[in-house]
C-alpha cells in the first residue's frame, strides 16, 4: 500500500485536527495517487502544538514550551492521516473566489493566489476518513 508523508505547520494542524479545514492545497501531488498521506506536524521554535490531555485529547497551541510531559508535544511527530482517493480537484486561479474551497482551507482567496504563485492551477485535497492516532508515530517509523 502507498503512503505519503506530508508536514504541516503547527496552526494547519490545529485547525485540521480540530476539524475546522476540511481541504489542503498544494501545488503538486504524486499523479493518480491513492493511499494513505501521513501528517507530520512540523518543529517550530515559535509554536509548540500539544495535548491538552490524552483521556480528551483536545490540541492547543503555545508561543512557548510549558511545563507538560514530553508525549504530549505533536512537533516533528506523525499525528494523524487520512485517505486520498479519487476526491481531489483542480484549484486554479479562477475558483479562489468560491467561499467553499476558502472556508474549507482557512485561506482567503488571496493566499490561495499569492500560494499558487505563478502556476496555473494546483490541487486541493479532500481530508476523508481522518484518523488521528492516540499516540503520535516518530517518523522514522515509517
Known amino acids: 500500500m502507498k503512503q505519503i508523508l506530508m508536514s504541516r505547520k503547527p496552526q494547519e494542524m490545529l485547525?485540521?485536527?480540530?476539524?475546522?479545514?476540511?481541504?489542503?492545497?498544494?501545488?503538486?501531488?504524486?499523479?493518480?495517487?491513492?493511499g494513505w498521506v501521513n501528517l507530520v506536524c512540523t518543529k517550530?521554535?515559535?509554536?509548540?502544538?500539544?495535548?491538552?490531555?490524552?483521556?480528551?485529547?483536545?490540541?492547543?497551541?503555545?508561543?512557548?514550551?510549558?511545563v507538560l510531559k514530553a508525549h504530549n508535544y505533536l512537533n516533528g511527530l506523525v499525528v494523524a492521516r487520512f485517505w486520498l482517493g479519487d476526491n481531489n480537484y483542480v484549484v486554479n486561479h479562477y475558483n479562489c473566489e468560491n467561499e467553499v474551497l476558502q472556508k474549507g482551507s482557512c485561506l482567503s482567496a488571496d493566499e490561495i493566489r499569492n500560494y499558487l504563485g505563478?502556476?496555473?492551477?494546483?490541487?486541493?485535497?479532500?481530508?476523508?476518513?481522518?484518523?488521528?492516532?492516540?499516540?503520535?508515530?516518530?517518523?522514522?517509523e515509517f
Open 15 to 34: 485547525n485540521i485536527l480540530s476539524g475546522k479545514q476540511t481541504i489542503i492545497i498544494l501545488k503538486n501531488v504524486p499523479k493518480d495517487f491513492v
Open 118 to 140: 505563478n502556476k496555473k492551477h494546483g490541487l486541493g485535497l479532500v481530508i476523508s476518513s481522518l484518523e488521528i492516532f492516540a499516540v503520535p508515530k516518530e517518523v522514522g
Open 44 to 66: 517550530d521554535t515559535n509554536n509548540h502544538l500539544y495535548y491538552s490531555s490524552l483521556i480528551t485529547p483536545n490540541c492547543y497551541i503555545a508561543k512557548k514550551k510549558i
